[in-house]
């Protein structure tokens, strides 16, 4: 078996949701991805800068559900990757000025990054890259990513007013 194709990525995530207006009030209203379709009150689908959608959120098979428990098999968290710091700390300003708390927030060396969940209890990772240059390495030059706390009122001072 030979490596994957380097050009592959993500194309886009597809949620299940309960609730399609309170959903998007969370990723447009709060995060701000731009609606780019509807299918009534059964489907949107979300981009950032045009794209056809990033994110697709459905109410086909979970009208009214509930979230999976936290120890069930299924989707950890979407990691959405912001384009540089500022951006990342414009993010953390909508989530506090719209009251969401944060699971967590890390320093992995490589990257920052903001854990929450959307209103159906899906883990979602708010991020950005560090320049690959500036990647942490071990003694033998393989990545040696971190796990530290991020410093998220220095982060939130960074977001424009």
Do not use: C
Not at 81 to 92: E, S, T
């Amino acid at each position: 078996m030979g490596s994957i194709d380097p050009r592959v990525d993500i194309g886009h995530v597809h949620l299940k949701v309960a609730d399609l207006e309170r959903s998007l009030g969370f990723w447009h209203g709060v995060l701000g991805f731009a609606i780019m379709q509807r299918m009534g009150d059964s489907a949107a689908f979300l981009s950032a800068g045009g794209y056809h959608h990033h994110l697709g959120l459905n109410t086909w098979h979970s009208q009214g559900g509930t979230a999976p428990p936290r120890n069930s098999t299924g989707l950890y968290h979407v990691a959405i990757r912001y384009p540089d710091r500022p951006a990342l700390a414009d993010a953390l300003r909508r989530l506090a000025n719209a009251g969401i708390a944060l699971d967590g927030a890390s320093d992995h060396g490589v990257s920052e990054a903001l854990y929450l969940r959307d209103p159906d209890g899906n883990g979602v990772e708010l991020y950005r890259d560090r320049p690959e240059s500036e990647w942490p390495r071990s003694v033998d030059g393989s990545l040696a990513m971190t796990l530290h706390p991020l410093d998220v009122q220095a982060l939130l001072a960074e977001a424009s007013p």
